[in-house]
C-alpha cells in the first residue's frame, strides 16, 4: 500500500471504478483563497466594509454555496436585512464570480500536483470523468479553460454544479444528477473530495469516496471516506488499485 494512502474503517475494494466523480475546490485545485480573494474585492466594489479573513472563511466554508455564504454572514453578524436580499446577493454573487473568472485565468489557481496525470492516466484507461460541485459552471468553466484549455469538456462530459442541484453539500444531490448523466451506478463509481461535507455528500450517494487534504479543509474529519491522502499526486490508478488491493 502507497504510504501516503491512509485507509478509514469504511475501506472496501473498488479496483476498477467505471467513473470518477470530481469535486473541485481544493480537489482539483486549491482555489479556496482565489474565492476568499475575489469576495473582498466584490465587497470593496460595492461599498461595503466586509473582509473575510483567511481564519474566518475557513469557518465560512461550512456553508456550501457562495450565495449561502453570504446569507449566513449577514445572519451571523446581524446586518441589515437589504444585504440578505436575493437579489442583492446575487448581484454581488455575480460580480465575485466575475473577478474570481480574472484571477483565474491569471494563473491564481493551477491545478494541484498529480491531477494532470490522473486524469490523462483515467481517459487512457477507459475511464469515465465527472464534476460534482457546489461551485458554479462559470466558476468551473474558468478554472478548467485556464488548466486544460478550450477543450476540457473533452475530458468532462458531464459538470453537476451549483444551483444545478436543488440542495448543495453535504445533501447527496448533486452527485445523484452526475450519476443519472453518467448512466452509472454509485457501486461503479469513485468520488474524490477534500471536505467533510463532500464527502458526506459522495457517501450519502453511495459512492465509494477518496479524500484528498487541502489548505482550507486541512482540519476536516474525513473518516467517512475510504481512504484519505495527502495530495491527489497519491490517486494516481496505480496507486489507487494497490491501495485497495492492499
Do not use: Q
Not at 448523466?181 to 477534500?194: F, I, N, Q, T
Request: with cysteine.
Amino acid at each position: 500500500m502507497n504510504a501516503h494512502v491512509v485507509p478509514t474503517r469504511r475501506a472496501k475494494s473498488l479496483l476498477r471504478p467505471a467513473a470518477i466523480l470530481f469535486d473541485v475546490d481544493g480537489t482539483l485545485a486549491e482555489t479556496e483563497e482565489t474565492h476568499r480573494l475575489s469576495f473582498n474585492r466584490a465587497f470593496a466594489e460595492a461599498g461595503l466594509d466586509w473582509r473575510w479573513s483567511a481564519h474566518e472563511y475557513s469557518d465560512l466554508l461550512r456553508v456550501t454555496g457562495g450565495k449561502e455564504r453570504i446569507g449566513h454572514y449577514v445572519a451571523r453578524h446581524g446586518l441589515p436585512a437589504r444585504f440578505a436580499a436575493p437579489a442583492f446577493v446575487k448581484a454581488l454573487h455575480v460580480r465575485k464570480t466575475a473577478l474570481y473568472g480574472e484571477l483565474v485565468r491569471s494563473g491564481a489557481a493551477p491545478l494541484r500536483p498529480g491531477v494532470a496525470e490522473l486524469l490523462a492516466e483515467a481517459r487512457e484507461a477507459g475511464v469515465r470523468l465527472a464534476i460534482a460541485t457546489t461551485t458554479s459552471p462559470d466558476n468551473v468553466d474558468a478554472l478548467l479553460t485556464a488548466a486544460l484549455g478550450p477543450t476540457w469538456r473533452d475530458a468532462f462530459p458531464v459538470v453537476a454544479a451549483g444551483d444545478m442541484a436543488p440542495r448543495k453539500k453535504p445533501a447527496p444531490d448533486v452527485y445523484l444528477l452526475a450519476l443519472k448523466a453518467l448512466d452509472l451506478p454509485a457501486r461503479a463509481c469513485v468520488a474524490v473530495e477534500d471536505s467533510r461535507n463532500g464527502v458526506l455528500a459522495a457517501v450519502a450517494a453511495g459512492l465509494s469516496t477518496y479524500a484528498v487534504r487541502s489548505r482550507y479543509a486541512a482540519d476536516d474529519d474525513l473518516s467517512e471516506a475510504e481512504f484519505v491522502v495527502a495530495s491527489p499526486a497519491d490517486l494516481r490508478l496505480d496507486a489507487l488499485r494497490a491501495a485497495v488491493a492492499g
